[in-house]
């Protein structure tokens, strides 16, 4: 069993930044590929990126490729991402993910309960 803790949304203005951080426990953390996903209101739960066992390979969706980067540190069983020139449309809640770099959820086994990030206009 992994048990994942998401933290560091929060309220930014269009163009802002910030940085989630995700919190792993339960399972030797560099064992696990990991990955972020967001989900809008009324909206399906969609890939943001996804990282490696080392952190030596990155995927991301196209939406935030060069903006958003995903990044772990191992000897802290973290997993973060740094988003940058936020845009409203990406409000959304954002989720950690273990288990997998795919770009579909299902294939994730684990899921932290998800920080909102919200960008205003």
């Known amino acids: 069993q992994v048990h994942l803790v998401e933290s560091g949304g929060g309220l930014v203005q269009a163009g802002g930044s910030l940085r989630l951080s995700c919190a792993a426990s339960?399972?030797?953390?560099?064992?696990?590929?990991m990955g972020w996903f967001r989900q809008a209101p009324g909206k399906e739960r969609d890939f943001v990126a996804a990282?490696?066992?080392?952190?030596?390979?990155?995927n991301y969706a196209d939406s935030v490729k060069g903006r958003f980067t995903i990044f772990r540190d191992n000897a802290k069983n973290t997993v973060s991402l740094q988003l940058n020139s936020l845009k409203p449309e990406e409000t959304a809640v954002y989720y950690c993910?273990?288990?997998?770099?795919?770009?579909?959820?299902?294939?994730?086994?684990?899921w932290g309960q998800g920080t909102q990030v919200t960008v205003s206009s």
């Open positions: 993910a273990a288990g997998d770099t795919d770009y579909d959820p299902k294939a994730y086994h684990y």
């Open positions: 990282i490696n066992l080392s952190g030596a390979t990155t």
């Open positions: 339960g399972r030797t953390f560099s064992s696990l590929p």
